[in-house]
């Protein structure tokens, strides 16, 4: 399937990150209809989640293509740099079907984080979606 039809057959429904530990949701969004193809969402993430050692993702998202390989990949920068990167699979995504996926992200060490005040205003998460093994 052309990539352009798995495109335009691809919504986010709605996104959350939540605190793995408690399960209270720190940061919530329904509103993606043009997200992917205006490709930017801008999201105020509450410096709270900092703070927690572990931080679930759960993306609700709707396709009406086949996805042979469904994954995402998302970079963390921090003044243009980055920082980290983390790789999800998903897999198979049956055409006309509305899944939710959930992911982990565990924290790293107190003295490897980056301080809160360096964050703040200068951090961009780049999240891309991939159908198959290359970027």
Known sequence: MASSAIIEGFQINWMNLRDAKTGKVMWESNEWTDALTAY???A???????????VSREIDFTSKE???????????????QLVESWHFEF???????TN??????????DAAMIPAEVLSGNTVIETSFYDGQTS
């Open 40 to 42: 930017g969402k801008e």
């Open 44 to 54: 105020r993430i509450p410096r709270e989640i900092l703070k927690c050692k572990q």
């Open 66 to 80: 086949l996805i042979n390989h469904f994954r995402v990949v998302q970079s963390v920068f921090v003044h243009e």
């Open 91 to 97: 897999g198979f995504v049956i055409p006309g079907s």
């Open 100 to 109: 939710t996926w959930q992911n982990l992200m565990e924290a790293a060490d």
